[in-house]
């Protein structure tokens, strides 16, 4: 049996000129701590209750043997973007130039803890709940991801959005 591992978040804007140079330094983080690191981009996060639903469901898939992705942190990232199909999840992560981001750290806490140190160095940190936060300059940027329409939001409200967002990372297991 696995041994129980911790999740700490982390959040803040980055600028990655090379984004294989990025994910390599942040993989050589991971791996020297033994721990599993996932960026994603903040932007299209809908509010710190999506992330935190998207990791429960990408853990207890692993936990049961029904991940699609090998990686954890590509399963979080499957989940967090509602996507069944692995390719289609990447539009939620990181990308060239200016990022909002979080990274979503699991391990054993005395792993976690000098990896967060690590990863900080290479971040300007923000408060998550200002990055997480679902607002207007994020809209856009959720429905064309997520593919919430005008009816659906004219159905529920557009205060209703996140929720929305919610319900594509629930049915993430059965959209084929």
């Given at each position: 049996?696995?041994?129980q591992?911790?999740?700490?978040?982390?959040?803040?804007?980055?600028?990655?000129?090379k984004l294989?140079?990025?994910?390599?330094?942040?993989?050589?983080?991971?791996?020297?701590?033994?721990?599993?690191i996932?960026?994603?981009?903040?932007?299209l996060?809908?509010?710190e209750?999506?992330?935190?639903?998207?990791?429960g469901?990408?853990?207890?898939?692993?936990?049961?043997?029904?991940?699609?992705?090998?990686?954890?942190?590509i399963?979080?990232m499957?989940?967090?973007?509602g996507?069944?199909?692995?390719?289609?999840?990447?539009?939620?992560?990181?990308?060239?130039?200016e990022?909002?981001?979080?990274?979503?750290?699991?391990?054993?806490?005395?792993?976690?803890i000098?990896?967060?140190?690590?990863?900080?160095?290479?971040?300007?940190?923000?408060?998550?709940?200002?990055?997480?936060?679902?607002?207007?300059?994020?809209r856009?940027?959720?429905?064309?991801v997520?593919?919430?329409?005008?009816?659906?939001?004219e159905?529920?409200?557009e205060?209703?959005?996140?929720?929305?967002?919610?319900?594509?990372?629930?049915?993430?297991?059965?959209v084929?």
């Amino acid at each position: 049996m696995e041994t129980q591992r911790e999740i700490q978040v982390t959040c803040g804007k980055v600028n990655i000129l090379k984004l294989s140079d990025f994910l390599n330094t942040i993989n050589s983080i991971a791996s020297e701590n033994n721990i599993i690191i996932q960026g994603l981009n903040s932007d299209l996060i809908a509010g710190e209750r999506h992330l935190h639903f998207a990791v429960g469901k990408a853990l207890r898939a692993i936990a049961a043997g029904r991940n699609i992705a090998n990686d954890p942190g590509i399963e979080i990232m499957r989940y967090a973007s509602g996507e069944r199909q692995i390719e289609r999840s990447f539009s939620i992560g990181l990308h060239k130039g200016e990022n909002n981001a979080v990274f979503v750290l699991l391990g054993k806490m005395d792993n976690l803890i000098p990896a967060l140190s690590s990863l900080k160095e290479l971040i300007i940190e923000n408060p998550c709940s200002e990055l997480l936060a679902y607002s207007d300059c994020k809209r856009q940027g959720i429905l064309s991801v997520f593919g919430i329409t005008d009816a659906e939001i004219e159905a529920s409200g557009e205060e209703h959005i996140p929720e929305l967002v919610i319900e594509r990372v629930a049915l993430a297991d059965f959209v084929k």
